[in-house]
Structures are given as C-alpha cells and as structure tokens.
C-alpha cells in the first residue's frame, strides 16, 4: 500500500459544529492517519478545527509521529485556513463548512457522510470530490458514521489520489 508522490500534506478535518452526530471518532481518525504515515514516509498530516476540536487533536496527535504532523486546531483564521486547505494535496473530513471551502478552492476532498444526506448536502464545487458513506447506506444517508472503518477511507484516499494525480 503506498500513497505517491513522494510528498504529500493530508489535510484532516475533525469536526463538525451542528451535529455530533456528524463527527468521526477521535480513534478512527488516530487509525486512519497511521494508516497514512505508514503508506509513505514523506506524507504529513495537518489537523483542521475549531477550539472545539482542540483536545480531540492533541489526543489524535499524541499517538501519531509528531515529526510529521502539524496540529493546526483553532490556531487559524477563515483566510488562513484557505490558503492551509490550498496547499494539501488531500483533505478528509466529514460533513462540515471545512471540507465545502476545500473543494470551493479545487483541493481534492474525500468527506464522510453517516447521518446527512450527500445528495442535499455534498460539496458543490466542480473539484475532485469522493464521497464515503457507510456499507449500505441509502443514498440518502442516515447511517452512523461509526460503520465508515479507517481502512476503507485509507484505500479510498489511495485509488482517489492515484487516478487524479
């Protein structure tokens, strides 16, 4: 398994604010970025959220090689996080303003959507978007996003960054 180019910054957003429902657990997002690292050695990983998110971060970051990744968790503005989401070359998250501003910027996005219904609420943008719902889902949503399992989203990311790269 390995992720090219030989560089590569993943951008994970860990929250949602309107719906806790909405959010991945704290140790599947710990997975999912392990998984990352370990597919190549130069990939990094920028954690995105509010202050709210702050403590999720550093309990994800704790866990991970903090050489090689930047928590970036309530420390930016509205301008700086675009121009954050501007440089990744991937940002995952679930559905939230952050992955809708990333894809507005033309960043490829992978959002994870359990409760909320992708048809009404996927980002817009004519980018390069995958959208992962959990194992039979009706296309409407209105799964648990504890039923998206990190490998999935890991191979995802993988394949979607090998046929747009």
């Avoid at 959010?23 to 597919?39: H, I, P, Q």
Wanted: net charge negative; aromatic share 6%; hydrophobic share 35%.
């Amino acid at each position: 398994k390995t992720i090219n180019p030989p560089s590569l910054k993943i951008g994970i957003i860990l929250g949602s604010e309107n719906l806790p429902a909405k959010r991945w657990s704290t140790d599947k997002w710990s997975e999912l970025c392990k998984l990352l690292l370990e597919s190549n050695k130069s990939v990094r990983i920028f954690l995105y959220g509010t202050k709210k998110e702050v403590g999720d971060a550093h309990v994800i970051a704790h866990e991970l090689h903090r050489d090689r990744v930047c928590d970036l968790t309530g420390k930016t503005s509205l301008p700086e996080l675009a121009d954050e989401f501007a440089s990744c070359e991937i940002v995952v998250g679930c559905d939230s303003g952050g992955v809708h501003l990333a894809n507005s910027l033309g960043t490829k996005v992978v959002v994870l959507f359990g409760p909320t219904n992708p048809q009404a609420t996927r980002p817009c943008y004519d980018s390069p978007l995958i959208v992962i719902q959990p194992k039979d889902s009706p296309n409407e949503g209105g799964r648990a996003m504890s039923l998206i399992s990190p490998s999935e989203v890991f191979e995802k990311c993988n394949s979607f960054w090998n046929e747009t790269s």
